[in-house]
């Protein structure tokens, strides 16, 4: 079976068109959706990642602050940006790009940011508003697989989904919006054992390792849906998944390409994170 693919490019692009109109609607009622990113630093891969969210708020219409601190920027420094977006009316939503140095506390510059401003998900009252179903920013990573996976058709409920990797931003979030979603669900990390029979078991797979080729053909059931939220840049300099594409796509039945697939959904989610929390605000 030669797999389909699943467009993450052509997806995100309609998710940003529907951003966009979101947009067109609050900015005719006084409003215009705003996003601050915050990166410390000149890792080249983040500044990447920057531009894209930047480069994707003006496709939709969204306001952008792009706040660009040097590598010595101190945690209380740091904060006090935070502190001082956090009470900023015109931004609804704060994102401090990660990871940040290592002198810099990241639970506690996550903490900072008021969770109504947490268009990543990623603060403790999102994540667990997230956890008992109430609305909240979902994560962006995550969500995007969610929307990628019923592109497909295939129904989620009832089927067995594995998720590899366990973080806090991709790993666990996946899990929890696949349980949501009523799959029965099996989250494997490093110390896993038969990893190859539990993903050779899974109706849905979502490899979130951070090794590149990591899943191959042997680990995936015929017919399966691989979401490779992998990103991981070789010697030879190119991205490559976690997904070893020529074996898997020989036995899934839709896979997501590296790149092209989940990493410009993240984004595009970021910008429904950003509208909604911009309608929020004023609604409030
Ligand atoms: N497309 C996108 O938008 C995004 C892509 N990414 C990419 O996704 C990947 C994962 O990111 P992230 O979750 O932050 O990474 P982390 O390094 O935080 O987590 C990796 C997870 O993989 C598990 N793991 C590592 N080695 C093995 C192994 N041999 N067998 C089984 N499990 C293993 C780890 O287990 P343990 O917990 O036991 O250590 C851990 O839970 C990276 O390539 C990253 O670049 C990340 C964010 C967004
Ligand atoms: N606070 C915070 N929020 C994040 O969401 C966040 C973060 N920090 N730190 C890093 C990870 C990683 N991440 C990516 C997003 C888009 C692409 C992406 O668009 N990738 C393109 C290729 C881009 C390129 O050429 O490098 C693609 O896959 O096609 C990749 C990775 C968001 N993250």
Redesign the pocket.
Same mark, same amino acid.
């Given at each position: 079976m030669e797999a389909k693919l699943i467009e993450g490019k052509a997806l995100a692009a309609e998710v940003k068109r529907e951003a966009a109109q979101q947009t067109e609607a609050l900015k005719a009622k006084g409003i215009t959706p705003c996003l601050a990113v915050i990166l410390v630093g000149e890792d080249p891969a983040s500044q990447v990642y920057v531009r894209g969210k930047i480069n994707d708020c003006a496709q939709c219409g969204i306001e952008s602050r792009n706040i660009r601190l040097p590598e010595e920027t101190t945690q209380e420094e740091l904060l006090a940006r935070v502190d001082e977006l956090a009470g900023d009316p015109a931004v609804h939503g704060i994102l401090v790009q990660l990871p940040l140095p290592a002198h810099i506390d990241e639970k506690a510059i996550i903490d900072a940011i008021p969770p109504e401003k947490d268009v990543d998900g990623f603060s403790p009252v999102n994540v667990g508003r997230m956890q008992i179903g109430e609305p909240c920013y979902l994560p962006c990573?995550p969500a995007g697989c969610i929307r990628m996976i019923e592109s497909t058709g295939v129904p989620i409920p009832g089927k067995h989904a594995v998720v590899?990797?366990?973080?806090n931003?991709?790993?666990k979030p996946a899990a929890m919006l696949l349980l949501a979603k009523n799959a029965t669900v099996t989250i494997?990390?490093?110390?896993?054992q038969n990893?190859q029979a539990i993903c050779a078991s899974a109706d849905i797979l979502v490899a979130? &390792? @951070?090794?590149a080729g990591?899943v191959t053909g042997d680990m995936i059931k015929p017919g399966a849906v691989v979401i490779d939220?992998?990103?991981?840049r070789g010697a030879d300099g190119k991205l490559h998944g976690?997904v070893d594409f020529e074996t898997a796509a020989q036995k899934a039945a839709w896979i997501t390409p590296v790149p092209g697939g &989940? @990493?410009p959904m993240?984004r595009a989610m970021l910008m429904l994170n950003t509208v909604e929390a911009a309608r929020r605000a004023m609604e409030k």
């Amino acid at each position: 079976m030669e797999a389909k693919l699943i467009e993450g490019k052509a997806l995100a692009a309609e998710v940003k068109r529907e951003a966009a109109q979101q947009t067109e609607a609050l900015k005719a009622k006084g409003i215009t959706p705003c996003l601050a990113v915050i990166l410390v630093g000149e890792d080249p891969a983040s500044q990447v990642y920057v531009r894209g969210k930047i480069n994707d708020c003006a496709q939709c219409g969204i306001e952008s602050r792009n706040i660009r601190l040097p590598e010595e920027t101190t945690q209380e420094e740091l904060l006090a940006r935070v502190d001082e977006l956090a009470g900023d009316p015109a931004v609804h939503g704060i994102l401090v790009q990660l990871p940040l140095p290592a002198h810099i506390d990241e639970k506690a510059i996550i903490d900072a940011i008021p969770p109504e401003k947490d268009v990543d998900g990623f603060s403790p009252v999102n994540v667990g508003r997230m956890q008992i179903g109430e609305p909240c920013y979902l994560p962006c990573t995550p969500a995007g697989c969610i929307r990628m996976i019923e592109s497909t058709g295939v129904p989620i409920p009832g089927k067995h989904a594995v998720v590899i990797g366990r973080s806090n931003i991709v790993g666990k979030p996946a899990a929890m919006l696949l349980l949501a979603k009523n799959a029965t669900v099996t989250i494997c990390h490093s110390k896993t054992q038969n990893l190859q029979a539990i993903c050779a078991s899974a109706d849905i797979l979502v490899a979130a &390792v @951070g090794r590149a080729g990591f899943v191959t053909g042997d680990m995936i059931k015929p017919g399966a849906v691989v979401i490779d939220v992998g990103i991981n840049r070789g010697a030879d300099g190119k991205l490559h998944g976690d997904v070893d594409f020529e074996t898997a796509a020989q036995k899934a039945a839709w896979i997501t390409p590296v790149p092209g697939g &989940v @990493g410009p959904m993240t984004r595009a989610m970021l910008m429904l994170n950003t509208v909604e929390a911009a309608r929020r605000a004023m609604e409030k």
